[in-house]
DNA sequence: CTGGTGTTAGTACCAAGTGCTAATACATAT
DNA sequence: ATATGTATTAGCACTTGGTACTAACACCAG
């Protein structure tokens, strides 16, 4: 092993950690030839945390993404206010996750989850299904954004057993998605009363 | 703190510890009124290993998940065939995580999402957007159901950067589901070695 | 009273550190 | 040539959250 400057030797230990939390101050010793204490300067002018830490950081990240995805799954974004058989809001806050790497834009299917599970969580029924969807994405949506959705029930149509629901986004006041659903449910509104909420 | 027999502390300890793996004997002593020394004989008998390797497995199983929860954030669906600017097939495997649990039917956005991110691949383009889709889900997919979506690029409107593809997925040759995407690129189809943005 | 079970206390030791002081090497500037 | 600064190394005390082990005590049952 040859002997690189501090520069190098830093540049190294920084990927070397990030690619293998799970190693030791010693291991990195022997792998750049220097001594013990090296390594612990090292990291101090770089701020990473010792090992310890390091894995407890993983393993509390792993613990969040078990909580985010399992709900992610389930319902995008959180409704935060809904009148059933009426109308329904629901925030979505856009991630790292959800953008193009290339550009930051959010993946359109991202607000279009946020909007479907909307329109399936503002009827009240047990069985909502999406049969028709017309959207549109009016403006391009980034990491860091807030998402608002609007869910207004529009109308129905008892014989088939349809909903038609009209969703509006928005970013900081500005529209970022429209979309006009078309639900299917077993019931027809307001025959779903016997128990009421 | 009223004390346990030792089986209802063990009990009890299984589940904390389930809950929360970070906590340390010291804290499970005081919640659980005994010694430290105590619960240190009861992690023995259960076979419950010290924090720190307790730590150290969680954060290993979130290092496996990373793997497997980026690729499946990234594009929806296999891409099993591609001919750009002209027409692509993938394939979707609906799971269990994929439908509601009421009633097993696969929510709506999952099969937007396969279909949109076959649109944005099909683009040979960097930059391709969804701008609007009409979609129709015309028959129920179950856990279990593997949905073949074929993408064809039907034309452009090269003053608007616009390109217009259909999008049809099938289970069992069985149309399940179609869309009409808008996309925004860029660039024209075969313009792609020109500067022009 | 003796034995078994459960519990507690205490000691020595370990890993992987932090925090601090001191020594050394080496090049650069004056 | 001597001083200054940076990089590196060594050593020691201390910390956390343990393991491994020994000894003591309480209490209940035979």
New interface residues.
């Given amino acids: 092993m040859k002997r690189r400057t501090k520069k190098e030797r830093q540049q190294l230990l920084l990927q070397t950690i990030e690619e293998n ?2 190693v030791t101050d010693e291991q990195l010793a022997v792998q750049f030839n220097v001594s013990v204490q090296t390594i612990r300067l090292d990291r101090m002018e770089l701020s990473i945390p010792e090992l ?1 830490e390091r ?2 950081d ?2 509390e ?3 969040e ?1 078990e909580v985010k ?1 399992l709900p992610l ?1 389930e319902v ?1 974004g959180e409704i935060i206010d809904i009148e059933l058989d009426a109308r329904a809001i629901s925030i979505f806050d856009v991630k790292e ?2 953008v193009f790497q ?2 930051g ?1 959010a ?3 991202h607000l ?2 946020q909007a ?2 909307l329109a ?1 969580a503002v009827i009240n029924d ?2 909502a ?9 009016s403006k ?1 949506v980034k990491a860091g954004d807030r998402v608002i959705t609007k869910a207004t029930v529009r109308g129905q149509n008892t014989e088939k057993n349809r909903t038609y629901i009209d969703l509006i986004s928005t970013v900081n006041n500005s529209v970022v998605f429209k979309g006009e659903f078309e639900m299917y449910r077993t019931k027809g509104k307001g025959e779903n009363d016997e128990t009421s909420y």
Same sequence: chains 1, 2.
Avoid: C, M, Y
């Fill in positions: 939390p799970f310890r894995i407890k993983v393993a990240k792993n613990l993404n995805s799954d995008i996750e959800h290339r550009n834009i993946r359109g299917h279009f989850a479907n599970s399936v047990e069985l299904l999406t049969v028709r969807a017309n959207v549109l994405f391009p």
